[in-house]
């Protein structure tokens, strides 16, 4: 669904939490200004675009 023929960059979002303080971000894929021929998805993958995209359980404090 990472597709910017589906989606326009401000509305596609990433959450990122830091597991110390607790507190969560949340900001636009439009801050990243990634170009309209950009794969998307694998850039996300990557981690080009700072969410997480795999979680690990082990690093979870439960």
Do not use: C, H
Not at 28 to 45: A, C, H, T, V, W
């Amino acid at each position: 669904m990472l597709d910017l023929n589906l989606f326009r960059r401000d509305q596609i979002y990433s959450v990122e939490k830091n597991n110390k303080t607790g507190v969560s971000d949340l900001y636009s894929l439009d801050e990243f200004s990634p170009r309209k021929s950009e794969n998307i998805q694998k850039g996300y993958l990557q981690g080009r675009y700072g969410a997480m995209p795999f979680v690990n359980l082990k690093d979870i404090e439960w």
